[in-house]
């Protein structure tokens, strides 16, 4: 199951049975299944709070994932800010839409096991973003 919260900001216009089955496909070919994922659209606030408390982080982000995956059944809380979103949008020349579907698929990623800190990683991530984007925009029509 799939939750979708807000804390402290609108909901953003998101349609969630699509998103949530494209979730699932994003998963799958990745040789996962969902179990328990909860998303927490936020504002700057809330994230920087986030970070501070649990990863001693003193930084913006636009996402945090905490995974809690058993085997091949993921599971985990997503924070994202949806100012982060809205900044990154304008400096990367995107659709705020594109960059917030991004952004949710992100963590989903990482709870499939891709990272995107070392070596070589944040490329291996950006494909999978851009995969799993082109299968949203198949899904979205």
Known sequence: ??????????????????????????????????????????????????????????????????????GSVINGDIFISLDTVSSNAVQQHTEYEEELHRVIVHGVLHLCGIDDKGPGQRAVMERAENEALRLWRHTAR
């Open 1 to 70: 199951m799939i939750t979708y919260n807000s804390e402290g900001i609108a909901f953003p216009k998101i349609r969630r049975r699509d998103t949530t089955r494209w979730l699932r496909s994003v998963a799958a070919l990745h040789g996962y299944t969902i179990g328990e994922v909860g998303y927490v659209f936020c504002n700057d606030d809330k994230i920087i709070e986030v970070n501070r408390q649990y990863l001693s982080h003193d930084y913006y982000t636009d996402i945090i994932t905490f995974d809690y995956t058993e």
